[in-house]
């Protein structure tokens, strides 16, 4: 983060902080009024595609990001953002301050689910919308759908088994197959679904990339047998032993691989092998 931005944040969380009162007469209110976008030399509107995908969609071509219908290098200034409640007008001009800024890719990271996993459909033409508004300023979209703390899975569950309401599904989307089959229904929700006009963001140009998940994976802190409930956990440790089996022949082969080091999640009898949080290896 450059020092300006450093310090216009500084100033207008100070004035939350402390509003300005006749007993303070050194401290004011920043309160900016809105940014008229008029015509500057700072702005870097300019810097950007018309539209974005004018260019064809950004694809990688060796060590480069380019333009897949003319080539052209291209090099991205991203942002997170912006906010899911911005429609209409107030979106329009957050896409054009953006670009004024100089940014031209925008990652889009919220759900279009609710706790539970369950699609929220109402969800699909903000995010529609939101691309239409950045395209319109030369922005490209990322879009980042899936972050585990978003969701605390029901006690009844039906495709989550062994949570209370109040853990987060960490590590599930990698090995449970119901989980995997909901996820991709959230994607084919938002890429395959027309907007008013009939077009879908699986054919937009303007879309870069697709985020599989956030902050979570095996290698990740998130990953600890002991915070998995015991019916996801039987997933795993049964998915591990079949591995095991058709890697070494048998899970008494697998085993003496580690030279009598154990997990306590191991029961070979019942096919199943345990793992240690593998985070601690680094």
Same mark, same amino acid.
Request: hydrophobic share 40%; aromatic share 10%.
């Given at each position: 983060?450059?020092?300006?931005?450093?310090?216009?944040?500084?100033?207008?969380?100070?004035?939350?902080?402390?509003?300005?009162?006749?007993?303070?007469?050194?401290?004011?209110?920043?309160?900016?009024?809105?940014?008229?976008?008029?015509?500057?030399?700072?702005?870097?509107?300019?810097?950007?595609?018309?539209?974005?995908?004018?260019?064809?969609?950004?694809?990688?071509?060796?060590?480069?990001?380019?333009? &897949?219908?003319?080539?052209?290098?291209?090099? =991205?200034? $991203?942002?997170?953002? +912006?906010?899911?409640?911005? %429609?209409?007008?107030? /979106?329009?001009?957050?896409?054009?301050?953006?670009?004024?800024?100089?940014?031209?890719?925008?990652?889009?990271?919220? &759900?279009?689910?609710?706790?539970?996993?369950? =699609?929220? $459909?109402?969800?699909? +033409?903000?995010?529609?919308? %939101?691309?239409?508004? /950045?395209?319109?300023?030369?922005?490209?979209?990322?879009?980042?759908?899936?972050?585990?703390?978003?969701?605390?899975?029901?006690?009844?569950?039906?495709?989550?088994?062994?949570?209370?309401?109040?853990?987060?599904?960490?590590?599930?989307?990698?090995?449970?197959?119901?989980?995997?089959?909901?996820?991709?229904?959230?994607?084919?929700?938002?890429?395959?679904?027309?907007?008013?006009?009939?077009?879908?963001?699986?054919?937009?140009?303007?879309?870069?990339?697709?985020?599989?998940?956030?902050?979570?994976?095996?290698?990740?802190?998130?990953?600890?047998?002991?915070?998995?409930?015991?019916?996801?956990?039987?997933?795993?440790?049964?998915?591990?032993?079949?591995?095991?089996?058709?890697?070494?022949?048998?899970?008494?082969?697998?085993?003496?691989?580690?030279?009598?080091?154990?997990?306590?999640?191991?029961?070979?009898?019942?096919?199943?092998?345990?793992?240690?949080?593998?985070?601690?290896?680094?």
């Amino acid at each position: 983060m450059s020092h300006p931005l450093r310090v216009q944040i500084l100033l207008c969380l100070l004035s939350l902080a402390l509003p300005a009162t006749a007993a303070d007469p050194e401290w004011f209110d920043f309160q900016p009024a809105p940014d008229p976008l008029q015509e500057s030399a700072l702005d870097l509107r300019r810097l950007n595609e018309r539209c974005a995908g004018e260019s064809g969609r950004i694809i990688a071509r060796g060590e480069e990001f380019v333009h &897949a219908t003319t080539g052209q290098p291209v090099r =991205l200034w $991203a942002v997170n953002g +912006p906010s899911t409640t911005l %429609t209409g007008d107030s /979106l329009r001009q957050c896409a054009r301050r953006l670009a004024k800024y100089g940014v031209n890719l925008s990652r889009l990271h919220g &759900a279009p689910f609710d706790r539970n996993g369950k =699609l929220d $459909a109402a969800k699909v +033409p903000r995010m529609q919308e %939101t691309v239409a508004a /950045l395209k319109a300023e030369g922005i490209h979209t990322l879009f980042s759908i899936y972050f585990p703390l978003w969701m605390t899975p029901s006690a009844d569950h039906p495709w989550l088994k062994g949570y209370d309401g109040k853990q987060h599904p960490f590590v599930a989307l990698m090995f449970n197959p119901e989980f995997q089959e909901q996820y991709r229904g959230w994607w084919k929700a938002l890429l395959l679904t027309p907007d008013a006009q009939g077009r879908r963001l699986v054919d937009e140009p303007a879309l870069f990339a697709l985020e599989i998940q956030n902050e979570d994976s095996f290698f990740f802190w998130t990953f600890n047998p002991d915070q998995i409930p015991e019916a996801q956990r039987q997933l795993l440790e049964s998915q591990f032993g079949v591995w095991l089996k058709q890697k070494y022949g048998s899970l008494e082969n697998a085993l003496s691989q580690w030279k009598g080091s154990t997990s306590k999640g191991d029961d070979p009898a019942s096919g199943r092998v345990g793992f240690r949080p593998l985070w601690n290896m680094a």
